[in-house]
């Protein structure tokens, strides 16, 4: 089964930039189509961004369009959420999420994934 490990969160200030990484531990990782999401404190976790297996599909939440961009190297087993003009209100831990799939579009709802890994918290101060 898939693991999911991901880095590269911290504290920022509004305007500022992250870059989020995702990196699997399964081989096949090219075979699963992977996803963003977040949840804020007495919040859901909600959708944010995902990508299909070859990386040609993308969705992003209206929240983060034009702000967000969501990437993949198979090579390197892992998946990066680039992060741009953050908003206080993009505070939250992000977690990436994993599917066995080889469809050509991209799962943007949280019960369509099946690996979680156990998230990076996001803090943006205005």
């Known amino acids: 089964q898939v693991q999911l490990v991901e880095s590269g969160g911290g504290s920022v200030q509004a305007g500022g930039s992250l870059r989020l990484s995702c990196a699997a531990s399964e081989p096949t990782f090219s075979s699963y189509a992977m996803g963003w999401f977040r949840q804020a404190p007495g919040k859901e976790r909600e959708f944010v961004a995902s990508?299909?297996?070859?990386?040609?599909?993308?969705s992003y939440a209206d929240s983060v369009k034009g702000r967000f961009t969501i990437s993949r190297d198979n090579a390197k087993n892992t998946m990066f959420l680039e992060m741009n003009s953050l908003k206080p209100e993009d505070t939250a831990v992000y977690y990436c999420?994993?599917?066995?799939?080889?469809?050509?579009?991209?799962?943007?709802?949280?019960?369509?994934?099946?690996?979680w890994g156990q998230g990076t918290q996001v803090t943006v101060s205005s």
């Open positions: 999420a994993a599917v066995r799939s080889l469809g050509g579009g991209a799962p943007t709802e949280r019960h369509e994934y099946d690996r």
């Open positions: 990508i299909n297996w070859s990386g040609r599909s993308t």
